[in-house]
């Protein structure tokens, strides 16, 4: 049985300053804001989505979480997968657009004028936009609450070779992809470390003199 969550007094930080509490809500910010195509080939959708993350990396399993209201949850039901498609800059006006339109009432695609792309593994089309598409086949779903979470395996992944150099090594920066917090879609920023530098040892060997 899980404990009921009490609200915890301000703390006093550090630096003396007392932080305000807030009600349970969601503020893990910034988080990845992608396009999910659902459907099939002659009846799909885009629906804009930052609820998604990654659940495991062996197998690949992803998720996104989607409010039984929207159109796209029937599509998502109805065929059993979709396809993530990351965002860019030059992708964030129709970002946002398939996330404020609704499929029922406006083609999204011809709006927006994004390309259909036929995935390999799934039904759902990717958006040939995109520079990077996840093919998503749905293995359960669960209603929480507001949105229901459609928990899925990525059956196979396609990247745009422009951002792929002479070694093979896929370079998302060069596409600029973009990020949502509270409200607003961001450009990514500059690099601060990379992977394991805080515990990475340096080189103080000294320079042979000649």
Partial sequence: ???QYTPASPASTQNGMTKVSWKPGNML???PVI???VGNETENNIITV???GTLCSDPPVTYIAVRPSRYSHGLLKKYGCFVIN???ERLARATDFCGVRSG????????CKLTREPAHHVETPMIAESP???ECAIRSVQQLGTHDVFTADIVNVNVDP???DHSGKFHLDRARPIVYSHGTYYRTGTPVGGFGFSVRKKNNKRKRRR
């Fill in 86 to 88: 990351l965002t860019t």
């Fill in 35 to 37: 396009m999910a195509t």
């Fill in 29 to 31: 910010y910034p988080l």
């Fill in 50 to 52: 930052a609820w998604t």
């Fill in 162 to 164: 422009r951002y792929m």
């Fill in 1 to 3: 049985m899980m404990r």
């Fill in 132 to 134: 990077v598409n996840l």
């Fill in 104 to 111: 029922r009432d406006v083609d999204k695609w011809a709006l």
